[in-house]
């Protein structure tokens, strides 16, 4: 062997030497939200507390990575978690997680595109690792910062006024006038009550109720979303007279009214022209395999303005190819990210600064407790994190109690 063929392979060693994973556990950690959220079109209460299954995993020095398995978890057990991540992680060297060049994450490292493939969430364990293995944020893995703040939506004005039917609308007014006490500058409003709690037409006046009590609490410059979660299925008629009494209160996007259809969306647009409204038309959270023929068709009729799959499920390296096959179109990122709790905050904050098109973060506004303090909020938008990885590590003494809980297994 010649010295230069010698030298070579030693040179890279240095520069990365192995970092083994040596342990990943799994722990339920109960969230809580800061009231009770109510229904939604389709689901009854969602109450005050959800569940993060929070995954740690540790390499050689000490670093470690963290995601959530709620995606996993919503359809198995403790038992086949660890197991697959034991099969995933354990004993890997951390330089074999992502393929990078140049500094930016160009796709799954070797023989890991099988793990990543149906588990998304596991890629963003990766950025994190990877990112604080090199000292770099995953920000940066990402491509680099877009922006240099994250604008967020509180997303919890759910159907508060089934909580508190004497207030009615005007409860959900009353809570979107805190939100905006508390900071924010977007909200959501769910919609769609005729879908299933309410008749058809009483559901669509109460609709209209609420998105008027919520504009006239929060003022004129706070963005309002509305989302119906397919509530106007089959109501085509009644959608239309609710666009158009809604259109004066200026509503920044319409969310899932119906369900994905090329007519059904078509028929939206014309609504949206003849009423006068610049709204944008929202879905995707449902595709769980993006981009799935049905949101194509609406990217490529030009139907939808913002794609929504999850941004925990889907992962980083799920989005960054969404994102590569968004890119000459007008569709805009608003990864959905409601259910992903605390850690979905964290995670929607490092994609968002680094994602051109990016509108919002969904914000459950999660009392935190297990992790270290979220980047500062102000006038509606987070500020970067400036650490490491995803900028964000277990709070220990947060965690303790529910360390009890906590599954693990070692190489
Ligand atoms: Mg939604």
């Keep these: 062997m010649s010295l230069e063929a010698h030298i070579k392979p030693l040179s890279i060693c240095q520069i990365m030497p192995p970092e083994i994973i040596e342990s990943v556990s799994v ?245 949206l022209a003849m009423h006068g409204s610049k709204a944008l038309l929202t879905c995707g959270e449902v595709d769980r395999a993006p981009i799935s023929e049905i949101f194509q068709d609406l990217i490529d009729e030009d139907l939808i303005d913002g794609y929504q799959p999850d941004i925990v499920s889907h992962g980083y390296l799920g989005w960054m190819e969404i994102e590569r096959q968004l890119k000459n179109t007008a569709v805009r990122s608003i990864p959905h990210n409601f259910g992903n709790g605390s850690f979905g905050t964290y995670a929607s904050i490092v994609f968002g600064a680094a994602s051109e098109t990016y509108v919002s973060l969904e914000d459950e506004r999660i009392l935190p407790h297990f992790l270290t303090a979220q980047p500062e909020f102000s006038e509606g938008a987070y500020a970067l994190p400036d650490g490491a990885g995803l900028g964000v590590d277990i709070d220990e003494s947060g965690y303790a109690p529910h360390a009890r809980h906590e599954f693990r297994v070692e190489a």
């Design 27 to 271: 722990t339920p950690i109960p969230s809580s939200y800061q009231k009770e959220l109510g229904k939604n079109a389709y689901a009854d209460n969602r109450g005050t507390q959800w569940l993060e299954w929070v995954v740690r995993a540790k390499s050689t020095n000490g670093a470690e990575g963290i995601t959530i398995a709620n995606r996993f978890m919503r359809q198995s057990t403790v038992e086949k978690l660890l197991a697959f991540l034991k099969s995933a992680l354990l004993g890997r060297d951390v330089n074999d997680l992502l393929e990078i060049s140049g500094g930016v994450v160009t796709g799954a490292g070797p023989s890991m595109n099988r793990w990543y493939r149906h588990n998304g969430w596991l890629s963003i364990l990766a950025f994190d690792l990877v990112g604080k293995i090199r000292g770099v944020s995953a920000i940066d893995l990402l491509g680099g910062k877009k922006h240099d703040s994250v604008p967020a939506y509180d997303t919890t004005l759910y159907f508060q006024d089934f909580l508190n039917p004497e207030k009615s609308a005007q409860q959900v007014g009353d809570e979107a006038g805190q939100a905006v006490d508390d900071g924010w500058r977007a909200v959501k409003i769910k919609t769609g009550r005729g879908g299933r709690w309410m008749m058809p037409e009483a559901g669509m006046r109460r609709d209209v109720d609420v998105v008027l009590s919520v504009r006239e609490a929060v003022g004129p410059d706070v963005k309002i979303y509305v989302d119906a979660n397919f509530g106007y299925d089959h109501h085509l008629d009644l959608l239309d007279q609710f666009i158009r009494e809604v259109t004066p209160a200026n509503i920044f996007w319409f969310e899932e009214m119906i369900t994905q259809d090329v007519n059904g969306y078509r028929a939206m647009r014309e609504m």
